[in-house]
């Protein structure tokens, strides 16, 4: 359903989508059957911005606004969510927290390389005793002279696999004082650097998921993102921002399954008649194409609010919750429509329901966004 | 004295084996004619057309307009407008077909904008009424609906018709024709795109355009291997092998089997589509492919309901049986 | 500097899975459309002129206001300049007309025009006729279909494939070209061309008054033909359905129809009963 008055929105949607059919569609079964990454169309997404979305024009990107960005995301993730995701990780967490937080040194020093795509971002908060609990990590890094020594290891991390730079969330209290944290801009040819296997996951395979070790791995001191004991401040604001690209992808994956479901409706006949014409499957569809849109808005709110400059956090927190809400239940509907044909790998909609659930896991569970929305109502930041 | 009505077909022969189109407007020009006592009149122009006055005699022309000259050797659209054109004012021809070739569909437009008449393009269907009124039936909207187009005011009324839309009559060595043979008109003006190089295609390079039989495959196949069977199945039957754009981009074909939108349009006498669903890029480049076979798990799939037979199967294993049947019973 | 001028048309977006979106909702300006894929093979042709041998290229369509989004895509991709010919005269206009209007505004606006371009057919009509009759409009020499395109001096030269026919031809400027598909595959933009696209872009709406063009113009140089009735394909096929096990599926088959295949290609599979 098309939504944006706005021409240039519409530009930038036909143009991903364009990209995304040509290049994506193709190849989009396949790399989720295998878990390749397809490096080639990445390479390919390079020089068209893909990774450097916001990122200013003298940092060679294309200054697009958040709905763009969103929209961007949203047609990427329509076709094949795990690219959406690398997408939206690499712009979303990896590069904004540059925007934001970094001098001028640390700019210069990466940003085009980042907005180029040369190197692909990666966001590290996560451990094995540290999820919802971001408070609860154990890396540490500890300083010695001019340099950090960081040790600990970080799981679940997008991107993992091929990233060159990433943002690591390390403890650096000194002894017997309060627990502080601090941001690393850590670059994979660091020595201690090391990848783990890629995880097997149930969807969102074709993205190279993977641990990140860290053994005594030495990060100079200008590489430290902001100033000690800014990791609060920076996750709390990365994380925000990160909503909306990941409630955007989730957009995007209900957007294609409804599409597939409304298709074969239309298609499969029984009871010498198409499906569609139920009324079962017609208040599936009028419950899909609402929820969808009332997501779309939802999201472009949140995108409208952090582009003036206002606290978007709690938006953007709903506009996550509901966008993987409506995407976990669109997909099964689109499922359950297909039939038996919906359970099959013949046909894409299984891919999509296995892609939508984690939207309502990572990026912070649907609890946390509850709890984050819950406590801007009662101390009263938003009406 | 009234005028002898006349429709008029131009003779496009240059592939004149794969291409029979003027012999099936001819054949339909006959029917028109019948209704309003016209006479059929073949256009041929060119150089060494013999053969093909012989020819268009013999599949119902009543009269042969032709000019010779060595001029004409290689087609040029811009000659054969002029020419036309000094013929057309000349003798003010009721009805002018052409068939939907790639030249009459460049043709055909730019002689009804320079005689400022209406054209309709790429024709399914011919009528006429007792007063002459073509009834031209062309699709609409995408393919879905049909129209029913008449050029109310202007001469000649003009279409172009899709090769294999209508039967040419069988060969007929009895018929005779009057074969008027006219010089070249002599201030005809200088072509301005001239013909520097002319020569037939090596049959092979895009003979899917041409090819009679298409074993066309989709991702419904599974894989390469599977989809690589269907060279099996062309080599069978004299025939080509097509994909659709998931296919090529998933490397299992070359982009010069591309069929759709965005690739070749075939017009088969012959196709077999092999687990392809019916994408709209795709069904655009089927033109009218005489008779289709389709093979899908989905009985409900679009390609299967536009078939003319319908195998609810799985395309691979289909395509394995069909071929061991063949091989049992090709007897050349 | 030579003057280019590409000829695009918006069709509707036809998505991977079709979807009919256009059923006359309200919001028709925020209906999706594209550029028709064969014009934007024109537009990259052209700014592949444009690249080695230096030239000013102006895109210029008709259509309604929100047309103007592809005006916008090929000055993203590189043409200069934009041109909407937009009025509610023109609207429902068919080939006859179109390359009419179209003639005019070429004429008033670059009228020391080199090469026109167009694509060869369009996704939603595909009858390819737009550019041909614009060339009998501007009476220059026009080829459809070209493949390849040379231009050399005050030449050009046009390799094309048709009917399986390969043809070389030579004009000499102003000409028209009708590009197919078969190269100049299309550029991608990227967003920041987009972006930039949109800030300062020079597109200029022309109305037919402002091309002279009246009511009783198009009268006279509007549609020759008329749509009498319009009625539902039938399908003229039979659908024969044929389920089973696979090998009996391909035995049944090839009984049912092995006349008519012998006869297509031309050796018999016919088993003596």
């Known amino acids: 359903m098309q939504f944006n008055p706005c021409m240039k929105h519409n530009l930038i949607r036909a143009s991903t989508r364009h990209f995304a059919e040509t290049e994506l569609a193709p190849i989009a079964a396949e790399i989720d059957h295998n878990r390749t990454f397809p490096r080639e169309v990445i390479a390919r997404m390079r020089g068209l911005n893909y990774f450097g979305l916001q990122v200013p024009e003298k940092y060679g990107g294309a200054a697009l606004d958040s709905i763009s960005a969103a929209i961007v995301v949203e047609e990427l993730s329509r076709v094949c969510a795990a690219i959406g995701l690398c997408v939206t990780v690499h712009n979303g967490v990896a590069v904004y927290p540059f925007l934001q937080f970094a001098d001028k040194r640390q700019k210069e020093k990466y940003l085009f390389r980042l907005a180029s795509g040369e190197d692909v971002g990666a966001f590290s908060l996560t451990e094995a005793n540290a999820g919802s609990d971001a408070g609860s990590v154990e890396t540490t890094a500890v300083k010695n002279g001019g340099t950090y020594i960081l040790n600990g290891t970080k799981i679940f991390v997008t991107n993992g696999g091929v990233c060159d730079i990433a943002l690591i969330f390390a403890l650096t209290s000194a002894p017997d004082a309060k627990l502080q944290s601090s941001v690393f801009i850590v670059e994979s040819s660091f020595q201690g650097f090391l990848r783990g296997e890629l995880e097997d996951l149930c969807g969102m395979r074709a993205n190279p998921?993977?641990?990140?070790?860290?053994?005594?791995?030495?990060?100079?001191?200008?590489?430290?993102?902001?100033?000690?004991?800014?990791?609060?401040?920076?996750?709390?604001?990365?994380?925000?921002?990160?909503?909306?690209?990941?409630?955007?992808?989730?957009?995007?994956?209900?957007?294609?399954?409804?599409?597939?479901?409304?298709?074969?409706a239309k298609e499969r006949q029984q009871f010498k008649k198409p499906i569609a014409s139920q009324q079962t499957i017609q208040n599936y569809i009028a419950d899909m194409a609402t929820e969808i849109t009332a997501a779309r808005l939802l999201l472009y709110h949140a995108c409208d609010l952090k582009d003036a400059g206002a606290p978007f956090g709690p938006e953007a927190s709903m506009a996550k919750l509901y966008c993987s809400t409506v995407a976990s239940k669109v997909t099964s509907l689109a499922v359950q429509i297909h039939g038996g044909y919906g359970y099959s790998k013949e046909y894409d909609v299984e891919r999509y329901f296995r892609d939508a659930k984690v939207t309502e896991i990572y990026e912070g569970t649907s609890e946390i966004q509850r709890m984050v929305i819950a406590r801007a109502i009662l101390s009263r930041q938003i009406l | 004295m009234t005028k002898q009505k006349s429709i008029w077909v131009f003779g496009d022969y240059r592939n004149y084996y794969q291409n029979r189109v003027t012999l099936q407007l001819l054949s339909k020009a006959m029917d028109l004619a019948r209704v309003i006592g016209a006479q059929v009149c073949a256009v041929v122009v060119g150089h060494d057309i013999e053969e093909w006055i012989m020819e268009y005699t013999a599949h119902g022309a009543d009269r042969i307009l032709s000019i010779d000259h060595p001029s004409l050797t290689?087609?040029?659209?811009?000659?054969?407008?002029?020419?036309?054109?000094?013929?057309?004012?000349?003798?003010?021809?009721?009805?002018?077909?052409?068939?939907?070739?790639?030249?009459?569909?460049?043709?055909?437009?730019?002689l009804a904008k320079r005689l400022g008449t209406g054209l309709s393009a790429d024709c399914v269907g011919l009528d006429i009424t007792p007063d002459g009124l073509l009834v031209q039936i062309a699709p609409s909207f995408g393919g879905n609906m049909l129209a029913e187009i008449v050029t109310e005011k202007h001469r000649p009324q003009m279409a172009t018709v899709r090769p294999g839309t209508f039967r040419e009559i069988p060969h007929n060595y009895e018929r005779t024709a009057i074969v008027e043979r006219l010089p070249l008109p002599p201030d005809l003006p200088v072509s301005r795109a001239r013909v520097i190089e002319y020569e037939r295609a090596v049959q092979r390079e895009h003979a899917i355009e041409n090819a009679t039989v298409i074993a066309c495959g989709g991702r419904g196949m599974g894989n390469k291997n599977n989809f690589k069977k269907l060279y099996e199945l062309a080599d069978l039957l004299g025939g080509d092998v097509g994909a659709t754009r998931?296919?090529?981009?998933?490397?299992?074909?070359?982009?010069?089997?591309?069929?759709?939108?965005?690739?070749?349009?075939?017009?088969?006498?012959?196709?077999f589509s092999f687990g392809i669903s019916g994408a709209i890029q795709h069904t655009a480049g089927l033109g009218e492919a005489n008779f289709i076979v389709a093979v899908n798990k989905n009985p409900?799939?679009?390609?299967?309901?536009?078939?003319?037979?319908?195998?609810t199967a799985d395309a691979s294993d289909f395509l394995n049986n069909l071929i061991r049947e063949l091989k049992k019973r090709i007897h050349d | 500097m030579f003057e280019i001028v590409v000829c695009i048309k918006q069709v509707p977006m036809v998505a991977e899975l079709p979807w009919d979106e256009k059923t006359g909702t309200l919001r028709r300006e925020a209906a999706a459309g594209m550029m028709n894929p064969a014009c934007k093979h024109a537009v990259e042709a052209a700014l592949q002129f444009k690249e080695s041998?230096?030239?000013?290229i102006t895109v210029m369509t008709m259509g309604p206001p929100a047309a103007k989004q592809v005006l916008h895509e090929a000055i993203a991709m590189g043409a200069g300049r934009g041109i909407l010919i937009c009025d509610p005269l023109l609207a429902g206009s068919d080939t006859y007309a179109t390359s009419f209007v179209l003639a005019r505004a070429i004429k008033k606006e670059i009228p020391g025009f080199g090469l026109v371009l167009c694509g060869a057919y369009t996704s939603d009509s595909e009858t390819g006729q737009v550019g041909p009759q614009l060339a009998e409009e501007l009476n220059v020499p026009a080829a459809a279909y070209a493949?390849?395109?040379?231009?050399?001096?005050?030449?050009?030269?046009?390799?094309?494939?048709?009917?399986n026919f390969r043809e070389t031809l030579e004009m000499e400027f102003p000409a028209l070209v009708t590009v197919s598909m078969e190269r100049y595959k299309p550029r991608y933009v990227s967003f920041a061309g987009l972006n930039r696209a949109f800030n300062g872009a020079r597109i200029d709406v022309l109305s037919a008054a402002d091309l002279a063009v009246t009511a009783a113009d198009l009268e006279a140089n509007g549609s020759r033909t008329r749509v009498r009735k319009v009625f539902i394909r039938k399908t003229m096929k039979e659908n024969v359905r044929i389920t089973g096990a696979a090998a009996n599926a391909a035995a049944e088959f090839l009984d049912r129809y092995q006349r008519s295949i012998s006869a297509v290609i031309g050796k018999s599979i016919e088993t003596k009963k």
């Not at chain 2, 021809?93 to 730019?110: C, H, K, Q, S, Y």
């Not at chain 2, 998931?246 to 012959?270: D, E, F, R, T």
């Open chain 2, 74 to 110: 290689s087609y040029s659209t811009e000659h054969y407008l002029a020419l036309m054109q000094y013929l057309v004012t000349q003798r003010d021809p009721d009805i002018i077909l052409v068939g939907a070739t790639d030249f009459g569909r460049e043709f055909a437009p730019r």
């Open chain 2, 300 to 311: 409900q799939a679009t390609m299967m309901k536009m078939a003319d037979v319908a195998v």
């Open chain 3, 53 to 56: 041998h230096g030239a000013s």
């Open chain 2, 246 to 271: 998931p296919v090529v981009y998933a490397g299992w074909a070359g982009h010069g089997a591309l069929i759709g939108q965005a690739g070749k349009h075939i017009k088969p006498k012959l196709l």
């Open chain 3, 147 to 163: 493949e390849h395109i040379d231009i050399s001096g005050q030449t050009m030269r046009v390799r094309r494939l048709v009917d």
């Open chain 1, 209 to 264: 998921i993977s641990s990140l070790f860290f053994e005594d791995c030495p990060v100079p001191e200008e590489n430290l993102l902001g100033k000690p004991g800014d990791g609060m401040k920076i996750g709390l604001a990365t994380l925000d921002n990160g909503r909306i690209g990941v409630a955007a992808q989730a957009l995007g994956i209900a957007q294609g399954a409804m599409e597939a479901a409304v298709k074969y």
